[in-house]
C-alpha cells in the first residue's frame, strides 16, 4: 500500500522558504532601490529547474560559502510567484492581473519552467481568452518568436484562419517578421479570398522597403527586383491558380516582373484553358478528337484534360467510337482504361482493348481461327501495359466465355485461372487483384417512388427529404410535391467497408447522405453532409445545414448541427467521417468497431443512440461494426 502526502511535504517546503534555515544561496531581484534578496537553497532549486541548476553550477562559493546571483530584469511580484511555485508546486493566479500573468507566462519559459509554461498558456486558452482577443498582436508576435508557445500559438493562429483582418489590418502587420508571414501565407484555412492574400504580401513587400516609388507607373526594373528578392521566401505560397482571371489581370498583371517567368506563363495558360472551358466548351466538343489529343500530349493543360475526361467518362462513345482511337498513345489509352467513373460496361472496354491492339499490328491474321502462339505473344506484349487494368471480375460468365476465353492466351496463367475460379466458386479467396467495380450511375431511388436500397424504405426517403428542407411537417408519400431524387452512390457490400471506399466514389461530390445498419442492433442511423467530400484533404468543414439521425417506425431522432465550424471532419488520412462526435464513421466500417456515438453534444444538438450504447470514448459499449451501409447523392428533380 501507498500512502501519499503531497500537501504535508509542499507546506513543509514552502514554511523552509519563509524561514531559510542553512541557505546557501542568495538571489537578488530587481534594482535598488526597489530589490528584494530571496534566501533559498541550492538542492531545491537545482533539483527542480535546469535554469538554476545551470545557473548555480557557475558560480563559486563566497567567504560565507553563499553563491550570489543577480536577476535585475524580473520583477519581485512574478519572481515570488516563480519561487513558491518552485519550492511549494503551488501557483496562485486569482490575484494577478492578465498582463501579469502574461509576463510570469515569458519569465516561465526564460527560466524553463515548461510544466508552469504550458499551465499558464492554457489557462489563458481556456479561462482568459477574451484578454488574448483584446491583446492580439502583443500575444502573436510573442508567441511566434517563443518556441513553447505552442497552444497559444494555435489559439492565434485559429483567430487569424477565421478572422484575417486581426492581423492583416493591424498595425503591426507592415512589421511582421517574414517567417510569420510566412506561415500565415501558408494556411489552408484562412477565411481570406486569395486576391486579397496577395494584395496583403505586396503591402507588406513594399513596406520593408519604404524608397520604393509611390506610383507603380514610376517603377524600374531594379525597383521590381529589390520587391521580388524580399518576397521571393513568400511568393511561392500564394494559391495564384485560384484567383480569377479578372482579378489576376488587375491585381497580378501590374506585378508580372515579380514572378518567374514559368510561373507567370503557367498562370495565362490556366486562364486560357478557363476561358475555353466557361465560355466555348461547345466548340471544345465539336473538336474533341484534336483537343483531347493536345491535352493528354501537354502537361499543364490540366483544366481541358479534365474537361474531356469527365466527356468520356460520361460518353464513351466520343472516344472509343471516334476515327483517332486506333492511334491513341498508350499511355492515353490507359489513362482511359483506369477511369472508375467511365459509363462503359467491362465487356465492351475489353472489346475496345482487344480492337486498340490490333490496331498496333495490322500484320495480326483477322481471323482468330488462324493465329499462331506468336500471334497471341504479339498481341500479349502490344497490351502488356493495358490489360492490369480491366476489371475482369466484372464481367459476366457468359461474356468472359463469349469474349475472353478466345483470348485467354494473352492472360497470364494465374489471372485466367483465378477468373474461372470466381466464376465457378464466387466465395473461394483467389490471389489476383480485384478492382473494384466502375461507378456505373444507373442505380436511382426516388422519394416517394419505390425504392431499391437494402436499407431504408419508401417512408425513411420521404422523411429525409423533409429533414433537409427543414420543414415542420413531413412529406408523405400521397403528397406530390417531394423535390428530391436519391441517386445510388455507394454500397457496402457492392463496393467495400472501408472509409477510403466513400472517399474515392464521393470525392468532390456534395449533398450526401449516408445511411448504417448496425450489426446486432439492427438501428438504421445515417446523416446529411451537404458540403463536398475532399479525398485530398483533412479538415474539419463548416456546415449550417447538416444533421445526423436515427431512423425508427416511430419516434425517429433528427440530430442537427449547432457548432458550424465543426459540422463534418473530412479526414481521409486517418480514414475518418465524423459528425462531430455524434456519429463516427472509422476505418473498415464492417470488421474494425471503431464507428462509435459519443455523449458530447458540441456539435450536434441530440444523441442518435440509446444511453446504453454511449460513452465519453471509443469503447466495447460505443463501438459498433455495421451489416451494410449505403450513399446516396441527393438533388433537386428537374
Not at 504550458?118 to 517563443?146: A, I, K, P
Not at 496583403?200 to 520587391?227: M, R
Not at 466527356?311 to 482511337?325: L, V
Not at 463536398?532 to 445526423?548: C, G, M, P, V
Amino acid at each position: 500500500m501507498t500512502i501519499q502526502f503531497y500537501e504535508r511535504l509542499s507546506d513543509d517546503l514552502t514554511q523552509l522558504l519563509e524561514n531559510p534555515i542553512d541557505y546557501n544561496v542568495t538571489i537578488e531581484i530587481g534594482e535598488e532601490p526597489d530589490n528584494q534578496i530571496y534566501k533559498v537553497h541550492s538542492y531545491i532549486l537545482q533539483s527542480r529547474n535546469s535554469y538554476f541548476y545551470k545557473k548555480l553550477n557557475e558560480i563559486s562559493f563566497n567567504g560565507n560559502h553563499i553563491k550570489v546571483l543577480k536577476i535585475p530584469d524580473i520583477s519581485i511580484k512574478i519572481f515570488d510567484t516563480i519561487i513558491k511555485y518552485i519550492y511549494g508546486g503551488i501557483i496562485s493566479l486569482e490575484k494577478l492581473d492578465n498582463s501579469v500573468v502574461f509576463d510570469l507566462l515569458i519569465t516561465s519559459n526564460e527560466l524553463n519552467l515548461n510544466e508552469l509554461v504550458e499551465l499558464l498558456q492554457t489557462h489563458f486558452v481556456d479561462n482568459n481568452n477574451s484578454w488574448l482577443r483584446q491583446n492580439f498582436s502583443r500575444v502573436y508576435l510573442t508567441s511566434c518568436q517563443t518556441k513553447n508557445f505552442r497552444i497559444i500559438q494555435e489559439f492565434c493562429n485559429n483567430i487569424i484562419a477565421k478572422y484575417p483582418d486581426t492581423i492583416f489590418e493591424s498595425e503591426i502587420f507592415p512589421t511582421l517578421p517574414e517567417d510569420v508571414l510566412i506561415s500565415i501565407v501558408k494556411q489552408d484555412n484562412s477565411q481570406l479570398e486569395e486576391n486579397k492574400i496577395w494584395q496583403y504580401v505586396i503591402q507588406w513587400g513594399k513596406a520593408q522597403n519604404p524608397t520604393l516609388p509611390t506610383n507603380l507607373d514610376e517603377w524600374t526594373s531594379d525597383n521590381f527586383l529589390t520587391l521580388k528578392t524580399t518576397l521571393k521566401q513568400c511568393l511561392p505560397h500564394i494559391r495564384y491558380f485560384s484567383i480569377s482571371s479578372e482579378d489576376v489581370f488587375k491585381m497580378i498583371f501590374p506585378y508580372q516582373q515579380i514572378l518567374e517567368p514559368k510561373l507567370w506563363s503557367d498562370i495565362n495558360i490556366e486562364l486560357l484553358q478557363t476561358h475555353f472551358v466557361d465560355n466555348n466548351n461547345s466548340w471544345l466538343r465539336q473538336n474533341f478528337s484534336r483537343v483531347y489529343l493536345t491535352s493528354c500530349q501537354t502537361k499543364n493543360f490540366r483544366i481541358i484534360q479534365e474537361f474531356c475526361n469527365n466527356i468520356i467518362a460520361k460518353y464513351p462513345d466520343t472516344i472509343f467510337e471516334s476515327e483517332i482511337f486506333p492511334t491513341l498513345p498508350e499511355d492515353v489509352l490507359i489513362s482511359i482504361v483506369k477511369q472508375d467513373n467511365s459509363q462503359l460496361e467491362e465487356n465492351k472496354i475489353w472489346q475496345y482493348v482487344i480492337q486498340w491492339g490490333k490496331a498496333q499490328n495490322p500484320t495480326l491474321p483477322t481471323n482468330l481461327d488462324e493465329w499462331t502462339s506468336d500471334n497471341f505473344l504479339t498481341l500479349q506484349t502490344t497490351l502488356k501495359q493495358c490489360l492490369p487494368h480491366i476489371r475482369y471480375f466484372s464481367i459476366s460468365s457468359e461474356d468472359v466465355f463469349k469474349m475472353i476465353f478466345p483470348y485467354q492466351q494473352i492472360l497470364e496463367p494465374k489471372l485466367w485461372s483465378d477468373i474461372n475460379s470466381k466464376l465457378l466458386a464466387p466465395n473461394n479467396p483467389i490471389d489476383s487483384k480485384i478492382l473494384p467495380p466502375r461507378r456505373i450511375l444507373n442505380e436511382t431511388l426516388k422519394a416517394p417512388n419505390s425504392l431499391t436500397p437494402n436499407i431504408i424504405t419508401d417512408e425513411n426517403a420521404l422523411r429525409i427529404s423533409s429533414w433537409i428542407d427543414k420543414r415542420e411537417s413531413r412529406y408523405t408519400r400521397y403528397t406530390k410535391n417531394n423535390p428530391y431524387e436519391f441517386k445510388l452512390l455507394v454500397r457496402g457490400s457492392r463496393d467495400g467497408f472501408n472509409v477510403k471506399t466513400i472517399y474515392e466514389i464521393c470525392d468532390k461530390i456534395s449533398n450526401t447522405v449516408i445511411v448504417l445498419k448496425v450489426k446486432d442492433t439492427g438501428e438504421v442511423l445515417g446523416g446529411f453532409i451537404p458540403c463536398r467530400l475532399d479525398k485530398n484533404k483533412d479538415e474539419w468543414i463548416h456546415s449550417q445545414d447538416s444533421f445526423a439521425f436515427s431512423l425508427k417506425t416511430k419516434n425517429s431522432i433528427l440530430s442537427r448541427v449547432k457548432n458550424f465550424d465543426y459540422a463534418i471532419l473530412n479526414y481521409p488520412q486517418q480514414l475518418k467521417i465524423l459528425f462531430g462526435n455524434t456519429l463516427c464513421l472509422v476505418g473498415n466500417l464492417k470488421t474494425d468497431k471503431k464507428c462509435c456515438s459519443l455523449q458530447s453534444r458540441v456539435s450536434y444538438d441530440k444523441l442518435v443512440r440509446s444511453e446504453k450504447f454511449i460513452d465519453n470514448i471509443l469503447s466495447d459499449k460505443s463501438g459498433f461494426n455495421v451489416d451494410e451501409y449505403e450513399v446516396f447523392k441527393v438533388s433537386k428533380k428537374k
